[in-house]
């Protein structure tokens, strides 16, 4: 498996940035996980849209899906050009339904709903997801073809309770939207770098991805505090254009 960022920021890009999209290449097919502002233009870096297999969404803010409309006018002109037929599968919960509903568009995307309890399999690779700590339904992911796994946290909490889904997993991909200096009081849905760190420890990961980093806050005061958590295997910070393969 061969994963691309194209985008990590979050909740808006900075200059030339780009919010939560990740390109997941296999032996069988292109999957594109998330679809947030700039997403769409990073991915024509890579791929054509005709060759992209199928989207993955793990909840629809704003900053995880916006791109997905001009994604389905990008499979309307690939079909319009004859470059590809069919709807391109989009995968993603139910809820909100209204937001939901918007990532059908005509005969060119369709949405198939999931949940905590769904398996799937595309690409090649299984997909298993969990609802995180985040006030939206959100789902992280398990994505695995057998011998390497990836888990994507997409937005979380303090409370997620990983174990059992995580645990000694090859790639964990989490997020660290703040510094402790930034941490809110009270219920939260996303976590420090620290945090990032200090789960990825607990849970006994082999290499650590720290993603949703907001570009008002300085990289070396994320590089800091996750150096703070205690993580002991491999870790970095997500840039745009990061290739991990597996």
């Excluded at 994320?222 to 254009?241: N, V």
Aim: aromatic fraction near 8%; charged fraction near 20%.
């Amino acid at each position: 498996m061969k994963l691309t960022v194209l985008g990590y920021q979050s909740p808006a890009p900075g200059p030339g940035g780009a919010t939560p999209g990740y390109l997941l290449e296999t032996a069988q097919g292109k999957i594109l996980i998330d679809c947030g502002s700039g997403v769409y233009a990073q991915l024509m870096k890579h791929i054509r849209i005709e060759e992209l297999t199928a989207v993955v969404l793990s909840h629809y803010h704003h900053d995880h899906i916006c791109d997905m409309l001009i994604l389905q006018y990008g499979v309307m002109m690939a079909e319009i050009f004859g470059k590809r037929s069919g709807a391109m599968p989009v995968f993603g919960p139910a809820e909100p339904q209204d937001w939901a509903k918007k990532m059908n568009y005509q005969k060119h995307t369709q949405l198939h709903t999931v949940k905590e309890s769904d398996t799937l399999t595309i690409a090649g690779v299984e997909f298993t997801f969990l609802r995180t700590d985040h006030p939206l339904l959100c789902y992280a992911m398990k994505i695995t073809d057998g011998k390497k796994t990836i888990v994507y946290g997409a937005d979380t909490g303090p409370e997620t309770n990983w174990h059992g889904f995580a645990d000694g997993c090859d790639l964990f991909i989490c997020e660290g939207t703040f510094t402790e200096a930034y941490v809110p009081n009270g219920k939260r849905g996303h976590l420090s770098a620290r945090e990032a760190a200090q789960t990825a420890q607990r849970l006994g990961v082999k290499q650590l991805l720290i993603t949703h980093l907001s570009p008002d806050i300085d990289r070396t005061s994320y590089e800091k505090e996750a150096a703070g958590g205690g993580f002991t295997g491999l870790w970095q910070l997500a840039d745009i254009g990061q290739v991990i393969e597996l």
